[in-house]
C-alpha cells in the first residue's frame, strides 16, 4: 500500500512539471511576441511566429487578413513602441495551445485583446494564428 502511494505522489509530481514547462515554454513564446513588438525586435518575432502565420480583424463588418510576414517587416529594430502587454490566459492539450493576450496602447488611446493560436512541433512553440480586436479608452 505504501508503495502504490508513493508512486501516485510521484507520478502526480512528473505531471505537474510536464505542466509546468509547456506553460512556461508557451509563455515564453508569448513574451517572445509582446516584448518584441514592445522593444523593436524582430528576430524575437521571428522566433515566436511560424513563417506562415497570419493576423485576422474585422474592419466595417468585414473580415481583413494581415500578412504575418509584412506584420513582422513593419516591425523595425530598435525602433521601441508606446505598448505594454500581458497574457491574461493560456489553456493548452497535447501540441495545440491557444492564449489571451491585452495589449495597452496609450498613445492610440487603445486597447487591444489578442487571441493566438499556438503548436507544438519540432519541440518547439509557435504561434500560427493571431485574431484581435480593440476597444478605445472611454473619453
Known sequence: MKYKIILTILLTGLLFTDSQSEIEQIN????????????????????????????????????????????????????????IGKVLSIDYEGDAAMAKIEILMPTRKRIYTDYLMLLKTNKQWKIIHKSFTFKNYPE
Open 28 to 83: 515564453s513564446v508569448l513574451y517572445d511576441y509582446i516584448e518584441g513588438t514592445a522593444n523593436g525586435e524582430p528576430d524575437r518575432l521571428k522566433r515566436a511566429f511560424h513563417e506562415d502565420f497570419n493576423l485576422y480583424f474585422v474592419r466595417e463588418d468585414s473580415l481583413q487578413v494581415w500578412s504575418g510576414k509584412q506584420y513582422v517587416a513593419n516591425v523595425k529594430a530598435g525602433q521601441k513602441s508606446n505598448r
